[in-house]
C-alpha cells in the first residue's frame, strides 16, 4: 500500500473484553487482534465530507493542550488518527502540525472511507503523515495502536443508536492511555463540542464556542455531538447544563465591561460553584471552552 508505514515493533497487550452495543449488523463487533484490521473491509459509510481550513482549531487546541500528556508519555512513536477527514485532507495537515510542536515524531494516520478521498490525499503525503482507505476498525500496521482518534463532523450524519457501536469499535483500538474525540462543529469552527472517550468509556464533553459575538451559551446547542443532540429537552442532564451555562451568561453581563473573557470566567465559576462537575479551570475558560464530567450530561432513561 503506498504509503504505508512498515510495523515498528510496538508494545502491545491483548484488548480488554468489549461490552456488545447490540448494533445488529451495521457495525459488526471489532476482530480480537489489531494487526487483523488493516485488511478488514471499511466499517461505516461514505458522508458528505464538507471541511475546510482552520474548522477543527478548537478541539486541536485541546488535544495539544490538556491532552498533550498522552502524546509526551509514550516510549514509543505515538500515532494519530484522523478518522473520516472528508473531502479535502486540510484538517489531518493543520492537525499534523498542531501536534509536532507537542511531539516532533508524533505520526498522524488520515483515514477515509471514499477511496477517491483518499487517493486525491496521497499526494499531500509527508514524513509523518500518510493517508489511507478505512473506517471505525480504524487501519493500522501489525499492533500499531493509536494514542488520539479525532472523528469529528463524522457519527453526526449516522443515527444517534449507532454511537455506541462505534465507540466500541474504536475503543477497541486505542491505546491504554488512548483517546477518542468524538464532535461536531460549525462551518467556520467558532461552534464545537466534542466527548472524550477512552478505553473504559466516555469521560468528558466539552463545549468550545467563539466569545465574540455570543449571545448565549446555549446556541452551541446545533452543535452538540450525535450521542446529545436529540438530549436537548427538559429532563435530561445536557439541557440541564445549557440552562444553567445561559443564566451564569445572563447573571454575569456587569463583567463585561472588562471584556468578554471575563464575562464567560464569571459565568464558568458560577456554573462550578452550583456543583457541576467541571473539569479544568479559567486558562481553558478564556479560551470559551469548558468541560464537564459525562457522568453529569449522559442521556438519561
Known sequence: ???????RGRHWREPCPRQNAGWGTRIPPAPAYPSVVASQKPVGTITRGTTGPNRLRRVDRWLAGPQAWRLRRRTDVPVVVDLGFGDSPVT????????????????????????ERVAAARTLE???LTFRPGGFEVPLDGTDRPTLVRAFNVLRQYDEDQVEGAWSLV???LAPDGLLVDGTCDELGRRSSWVAVDVDGPQTLT???RLAGLRLPSEVAERL???LIHRNVPGEGIHDLLQSLDRAWLHAAPHGAYGVRQRYLAAAHAVRAQGWPVVGGPS???????????SAVRPRG
Not at 106 to 112: D, L, M, N, S
Not at 284 to 294: C, F, P, Y
Open 1 to 7: 500500500m503506498p504509503g504505508a508505514h512498515l510495523p
Open 171 to 173: 475503543r477497541a483500538r
Open 284 to 294: 481553558r475558560w478564556r479560551l470559551g471552552e469548558i468541560t464537564v464530567a459525562w
Open 92 to 115: 489531518a495537515l493543520e492537525l499534523h502540525e498542531r501536534l509536532r510542536r507537542v511531539r516532533g515524531d508524533v505520526e498522524v494516520v488520515g483515514v477515509e472511507i471514499d477511496p
Open 207 to 209: 463545549i468550545s464556542v
Open 225 to 227: 455531538p450525535k450521542a
Open 126 to 128: 509527508r514524513p509523518g
